[in-house]
């Protein structure tokens, strides 16, 4: 059965390395009515990322232009480079009643939480150890030690907002993280209050037939 | 990772035939863990029926003591009958750890919220039609039209009710419904104010390893 409703935003943080991009993945992948938005960054692109795919690349003053006249939904700056989601295209999806899947960090899932309070939903995803996190950084052949070094500062900063999400996940193993998400997003979409039409089909269920 | 909790309480509703005990019973059998209690009532034994495993048979006096004496966590009357939920076992069920089904009508449901109100999460089960419940009803063999009336009376009510629960789920298909529960439970038992040890956890993580 099928009714109209307004999407809902799923919010999904961790330190980097703890999986949240895998279960990201996972999770657009295996629902097809799931949909991420394409961020802007003055990042430049790594080798084989696609302007409006991966992300839009901006420049700083345009960025700045995005701020200033609050079209983005949440911003942050990230080491040196600055990061943003624009709100119009995520206000288009919600209201057609698509749900939508957001990766930042606890910043971030303030300013969406702030700016969209209704049908907010956030998860945060922890670490079995922080050993394994640094493991996990320290596999990724790209990064310096330097980096990894500062990815684990952020990492327990990071960890320290867990307390303001509304579900907590402990990553232990991928299939099992990914099968949780999945559960959560199942049983928000079945709140009562979420589902707007229930009063109209229950008028109709007792109703004159 | 397993971690001491409080049990919670999941609290089931729905009319008579909307599929409420098919879906109990599964949620039973495919979780160990998940345990239902055995109910009192005045109603004699049915066919088939063992006294201990499915109902504690007991006389009115007997129902009335325990009502006396605050020992029955919910009880009701349907049609000529009394049914009770002794409050010692499930009690001692929640203290371990253990997750509890109730199957208990608004009423029911009512009196378990006032009595025990942390960790409780309820359900509704909706027909998909008022049409398809008579069918249902009417295909049990053993209920006589005048008992089938009395039951689509007492539907009536009971889904008048759905939006005082916390879920409310169609059932258009069984299995489909067995899973939007079981995704329900395993949400709801990864809920951040629900996983009491996470800030141990989170202390350990973040402390001198």
Redesign the interface.
Known sequence: ?SHSRRGLLFVLSSPSGAGKTTITRRLLADDPALSMSVSVTTRPPRDGEVDGRDYHFIDKPAFDELVATRALLEYAQVFEHWYGTPIAPVEATLGAGRDMVFDVDWQGAQQVRRRLPDHFVSV?V??????ELHDRLRRRAKDSEKTVLARMAKA?DE??H??E??????N?EIERAV??V???F???R???VR?TW??A??AK??GP?
């Open positions: 059965m945060f922890l670490p079995p150890s922080m050993t327990v960890v320290s867990y307390d999400y509304d579900y907590v996940i402990v232990d099968a949780d999945k559960s959560i199942v049983a928000e079945l709140k009562r589902q229930l009063a089909f229950v269920l007792l037939s």
